[in-house]
Every structure is written in structure tokens, then in C-alpha cells.
């Protein structure tokens, strides 16, 4: 399985973005798919997952209302829409695929080199 993250940049306080991972690869639906970031010196972070079976998903509390992920199967495509961004929120973000949903740990077999989101206050 590979993961193509896209969609990161820098932008100010208070604006949105909107991060693309192209999956490749045999499996894409049987796959929970999600998003975890990095930032320098700190160890990866959960921000939110969603599940093959049925769609359902999950955030970490530091983005829970803010962010929004989703998936289209049919594209191979997992999105996370950012709103209302804060500099805490900068970080290497990146796409990742698991057997299944956990934000509070890293359950993740594959993921893809990242994409860079910085917020400046």
C-alpha cells in the first residue's frame, strides 16, 4: 500500500485547508484510513481516523470539532478538512492506513512521507 499526502502550506491563524492522500495499492476499502502529525521534537500524534466497515469516525479532542475526515473508495482518497486552524496545529501531517481505528495509539502499517502544514499566529 502506498500513501500520497497533499495539500499542506503555510497559512495564518484562523484559515483552512484541506489535506488529499491518494492510496494505491490492493485493499484501499478494507482499510481504516487516518491522519497523524509531528511536529519537531514531539513524538506522532493521532488527529483522526475513519473506519472501512462503516464509515464511522474518530478525533483526537485537540482537533474534535475543527477537523473532518472522509473517504471516497471509489477514488482511493481520504481527505481531512482543517478549519479554523492555530499555530499548535503545525506539523508534518501524514496519511495512513491500519487494520483499525485508534487515535490514542499508532496502529498504523503504512503511511506516506507527509505533507507540511504550518499556521503562523
Known amino acids: 500500500v502506498q500513501l500520497v499526502e497533499s495539500g499542506g502550506g503555510l497559512v495564518q491563524a484562523g484559515d483552512s485547508l484541506r489535506l488529499f492522500c491518494s492510496v494505491s495499492?490492493?485493499?484501499?476499502?478494507?482499510?481504516?484510513l487516518g491522519w497523524f502529525r509531528q511536529a519537531p521534537g514531539k513524538e506522532p500524534e493521532g488527529v483522526s481516523c475513519?473506519?472501512?466497515?462503516?464509515?464511522?469516525?474518530y478525533y483526537a479532542d485537540a482537533v474534535k470539532g475543527r477537523f473532518t475526515i472522509s473517504r471516497d473508495n471509489a477514488k482511493n482518497t481520504v481527505y481531512l478538512q482543517m478549519n479554523s486552524l492555530k499555530p499548535e496545529d503545525t506539523a508534518v501531517y501524514h496519511c495512513?492506513?491500519?487494520?483499525?481505528?485508534?487515535?490514542?495509539?499508532?496502529?498504523?502499517?503504512?503511511w506516506g512521507q507527509g505533507t507540511q502544514v504550518t499556521v503562523s499566529s
Open positions: 495512513a492506513a491500519a487494520g483499525f481505528c485508534d487515535v490514542h495509539s499508532f496502529p498504523y502499517e503504512y
Open positions: 495499492g490492493r485493499s484501499f476499502s478494507s482499510y481504516a
Open positions: 475513519i473506519s472501512s466497515e462503516d464509515g464511522r469516525t
